[in-house]
């Protein structure tokens, strides 16, 4: 259902010797005029098909998402 996928960066996952994290931009995720979303993906293993988790997040919920993960940088 999911349409045009960007790679925008992947990384390793720290703490795992294959694991990876993806951010993609997903357009038109939910189906024709659905709005574009930023996606994070998270594997265990780098040669994975579909990351083991995912998130969406719709463009306005970008800047506190980031905010509250400076928060919990903070407190490990």
Known sequence: MS???TM???MGL???KNGKITVTVVEEPYGEGSDSVASIGISLQANAEEPDWKVHLP???IDVVIAALQ???ASL
């Open 3 to 5: 349409g045009k996928v």
């Open 8 to 10: 925008v960066e992947e």
């Open 14 to 16: 720290g703490g795992t």
């Open 59 to 61: 463009k306005e919920n």
């Open 71 to 73: 928060k919990a940088k």
